[in-house]
Nanobody, 125 residues
Framework: QVQLVESGGGLVQAGGSLRLSCAAS????????MGWFRQAPGKEREFVAA????????YYADSAKGRFTISRDNAKNTVYLQMNSLAPEDTAVYYC??????????????????WGQGTQVTVAS
């Protein structure tokens, strides 16, 4: 069983930055691929970024490339999403997710078994 708790969301002006954190419970955090997804009002949940258990592979949505950086600290059981150059269209609830142990790193939500409760990011124009 893995529990995920996101933090770091908030209100920021366009062009600003935020760093989201996702703390995971349990052992062998490095066995889990991790992902960040987001859901804006009235829209479906969409992929943002993913990282393999070792941190060696990273994937980004086109909307995130060049602006967002996913990273992880396996010693702290935490995954991060550094978001720069934020725009109003980035406004959404951001969720972190964990695969099953040994799961692949994927952009597909169905590849993740554990989900956090989400943290709100609001970007003002």
């Amino acid at each position: 069983q893995v529990q995920l708790v996101e933090s770091g969301g908030g209100l920021v002006q366009a062009g600003g930055s935020l760093r989201l954190s996702c703390a995971a419970s349990g052992r062998t955090f490095s066995n889990y691929a991790m992902g960040w997804f987001r859901q804006a009002p009235g829209k479906e949940r969409e992929f943002v970024a993913a990282i393999s258990g070792s941190g060696g592979r990273k994937y980004y949505a086109d909307s995130a490339k060049g602006r967002f950086t996913i990273s992880r600290d396996n010693a702290k059981n935490t995954v991060y999403l550094q978001m720069n150059s934020l725009a109003p269209e980035d406004t959404a609830v951001y969720y972190c997710a964990a695969s099953n142990p040994g799961g692949i790193t994927t952009a597909q939500a169905m590849g993740y078994y554990y989900w956090g409760q989400g943290t709100q990011v609001t970007v003002a124009s």
